[in-house]
C-alpha cells in the first residue's frame, strides 16, 4: 500500500516552517524560511517543492485569531499579513486538494497530542513560547474548539500596550520580543554589559539567542531580563494551572532554550501562586516535537480531518 503524506504549515511571526508528514507521524522533508513580505509566495514555492499525488491534504497553522466557520485569519497580531490573504481557498486553488487551517498552538497542540509529549494524556495545556505567546488546550483528550489566546490573558492592569492593542497581556511580558526589547531599552540608558560587545557595540541587531549566550556567561542584565520575563509567564502558567488542573503544562518554542534561567524561574513563580494541590499534580515539560511540533501538528489537522475548507 502506497504511503500518505499530508503537508503541514506552520506560519509565524518569525518563520515559515513547511513538512512532509506520513501518516504515521513522521517530517519526511522540511522547509524553514524567514517570514517575509512575499507571504504567499514563499509558502506556494515551498509547497510546490515537497507535493506529490500521494499528498492527500494541507494543513496551516497561523498565528492568531481562526474564523473556522469560513476558514480565515481574523486578526494576527504578530503577523498582519496573513490577515490580508484568503489563505485557505487560496491553496486549495493552487493544489486542487483539501485544506485545513488551524490556530499555530492549536496545531502545536494537536501533534503533542498525537505523537509528543502529550501523547497519552487525558488533558494538558501548551504554551507556545516564540516572537509571541500562543496557547492550545486538550481536555478528555480532544483539542478544545476555542481561541486559547493565552498570551493574550491580561497579567498587568495597567500593563504595557501590546500588539493586538490591548494593555498588559502576557506576551508584552514573556515573550522573545518582549526580552529582547526590555533589553534594549535597559541598554539604551548606558548599562553595562557583556551584550554591547556581542553586537559591536550596536545592540538594536541582539537577538534573544544573544540574550541567552550572554546569560550563559555570566552577564547580570541578561539574567536579570530572563528571570523577570521567567516570573511573569510563572503567572500565566499559574493562571492556566488553576483554571484548567491539567495534567500537564507543555512548553513549546525557540524559548525553552533558555530552561535553566527563564523557564525555572517561570516553575518556582507558579509553584507560590497556583493552587498547591493543583501545582502537586501537573507535569511542566518540555516540547518532545520541538520545532516541528507545528507542522506536525498541521498535518495532522489532515489526517484527522479537522477545520477542512
Not at 492527500?56 to 486578526?75: M, S, T, Y
Not at 481536555?139 to 495597567?158: F, P, R, V, W, Y
Not at 518532545?288 to 479537522?306: E, Q
Amino acid at each position: 500500500m502506497d504511503k500518505k503524506y499530508a503537508i503541514g504549515i506552520d506560519l509565524g511571526g518569525t518563520n515559515i516552517r513547511v513538512g512532509l508528514v506520513s501518516a504515521a507521524g513522521e517530517v519526511e522533508k522540511k522547509i524553514k524560511e524567514p517570514t517575509s513580505d512575499s507571504l504567499l509566495e514563499t509558502i506556494i514555492k515551498a509547497v510546490d517543492s515537497l507535493f506529490s499525488d500521494k499528498v492527500v491534504g494541507i494543513g496551516i497553522g497561523v498565528a492568531g485569531v481562526i474564523d473556522r466557520n469560513n476558514r480565515k485569519v481574523l486578526n494576527s497580531p504578530n503577523l498582519h499579513a496573513v490577515e490580508e490573504i484568503d489563505i485557505a481557498n487560496e491553496m486549495k486553488r493552487r493544489f486542487s486538494t483539501p485544506v485545513f487551517i488551524e490556530n499555530d498552538a492549536n496545531t502545536a497542540a494537536v501533534g503533542e497530542m498525537w505523537i509528543g509529549a502529550g501523547k497519552g494524556l487525558s488533558g494538558f495545556v501548551l504554551f507556545t513560547l516564540g516572537t509571541g505567546i500562543g496557547g492550545g488546550i486538550v481536555h478528555d483528550k480532544n483539542l478544545l474548539d476555542i481561541s486559547a489566546e493565552i498570551g493574550h490573558m491580561t497579567i498587568s492592569a495597567d500593563g504595557e500596550k501590546c500588539h493586538c492593542g490591548n494593555y498588559g497581556c502576557l506576551e508584552s511580558y514573556a515573550s522573545a520580543r518582549a526580552i529582547r526589547s526590555k533589553t534594549v531599552s535597559v541598554l539604551e540608558t548606558g548599562r553595562e554589559s557583556l551584550l554591547t560587545g556581542y553586537c559591536g557595540g550596536n545592540f538594536y541587531k541582539l537577538t534573544v539567542e544573544d540574550i541567552f549566550r550572554a546569560a550563559l556567561d555570566g552577564d547580570n542584565l541578561a539574567r536579570e531580563v530572563l528571570k523577570n520575563a521567567g516570573r511573569y509567564l510563572g503567572i500565566g502558567i499559574a493562571n492556566m494551572i488553576n483554571l484548567m488542573s491539567p495534567e500537564a503544562i507543555i512548553l513549546a518554542g525557540g524559548l525553552i532554550g533558555a530552561w535553566d534561567l527563564y523557564i525555572q524561574e517561570a516553575i518556582k513563580e507558579a509553584s507560590k501562586r497556583a493552587f498547591k494541590e493543583l501545582f502537586e499534580n501537573v507535569k511542566i515539560v518540555p516540547s518532545m516535537l520541538k520545532d516541528d511540533a507545528g507542522t506536525v501538528g498541521a498535518a495532522g489537522l489532515v489526517f484527522f480531518g479537522n477545520n477542512e475548507t
